[in-house]
């Protein structure tokens, strides 16, 4: 469907009113350039030559001639009135949110997007993100969490934190520990050195030389740290790197070591400095 151009007919009054406006130094700028789109448009002057005239769109051109041949001059004194702002959500929506959140999940997938709880509820995607951070609902985060069976858990925190906090006079403390099947690992043909102009290079494929265990303790207050690697992972092997700590440390300081409950370090072999 062609629109056609407004046909805008002037009375002596609405004319004498318009030329006003657009003369006058105290009109407001609004009232100045729509009063000129009626003026030019009752002078049959085209939609393009209106808009590059009065600097507007000519949605807006249309919009005020339009205004103009329904409501008058007075239709160009205001604004059309507006939707007003949306209403909040009442507390039942949001308490739907939440608990939809909490104890449901989404068909086919293991936990709630904002795109799948906007289509679920029918709100909109803003209105579930500020549902979630006012209740600091953050569906897509998981946190793990491992409790302890131990029944001396408790006792033997307070003492490695004691340690660590406030560590004996006189004494070492060493925090162990081991890294097991580590690849040797050898490029298939020697590197070339970095230079002017190129790059380190080294080949894609390498050759498999076995596995070797690091044993590591360090040293918690000066940084210092004790390693060796070893072919295996047994008590063994954790009895030798004892020995090298022994002999590694002053005679007249009493050690320390804090290790993670594992196997290997509870062989009734494990030495212990007098």
């Known amino acids: 469907m062609i629109k056609t151009e407004a046909c805008i007919w002037l009375s002596p009054g609405d004319r004498a009113t318009l030329e006003e406006w657009v003369s006058g130094r105290n009109t407001p700028q609004k009232l100045v350039w729509r009063a000129r789109?009626?003026?030019?448009?009752a002078e049959r002057v085209g939609v393009m030559a209106i808009t590059r005239a009065v600097g507007k769109s000519k949605v807006t051109v249309a919009r005020w001639q339009e205004r103009y041949l329904v409501q008058g001059i007075d239709g160009l004194r205001r604004d059309a009135t507006r939707p007003g702002r949306k209403p909040p959500l009442n507390a039942q929506t949001i308490e739907q949110v939440v608990h939809k959140t909490l104890h449901e999940q989404p068909p086919g997938s293991t936990h709630w997007s904002i795109r799948k709880m906007a289509a679920v509820?029918?709100?909109s995607?803003?209105?579930?993100?500020?549902i979630w951070q006012a209740h600091q609902l953050k569906p897509h985060r998981v946190k793990t969490f491992k409790l302890s069976n131990d029944k001396h858990f408790a006792e033997k925190v307070q003492d490695i934190i004691g340690l660590y906090l406030n560590p004996p006079?006189?004494?070492l403390v060493?925090?162990?520990?081991e890294k097991s099947q580590i690849q040797a690992?050898?490029?298939t043909q020697p590197g070339l050195p970095l230079k002017k102009g190129?790059?380190?290079?080294m080949t894609h494929d390498y050759k498999r030389h076995g596995t070797t265990t690091l044993f590591a303790a360090l040293d918690v207050a000066t940084g210092k740290v004790i390693g060796q690697c070893m072919a295996r992972h047994r008590h063994q092997e954790w009895l030798k790197f004892l020995r090298r700590i022994?002999?590694?440390?002053?005679?007249?300081?009493a050690v320390h070591l804090i290790a993670d409950n594992y196997a290997t370090h509870k062989h009734p072999k494990r030495s212990r400095r007098g």
């Open 185 to 187: 690992l050898d490029r």
């Open 37 to 41: 789109i009626v003026l030019l448009s």
């Open 169 to 171: 006079d006189k004494a």
């Open 246 to 253: 022994d002999a590694e440390t002053p005679k007249r300081l």
């Open 174 to 177: 060493f925090a162990v520990d």
């Open 121 to 123: 509820s029918g709100l």
């Open 198 to 201: 190129r790059c380190g290079t």
């Open 125 to 130: 995607r803003s209105s579930i993100q500020r």
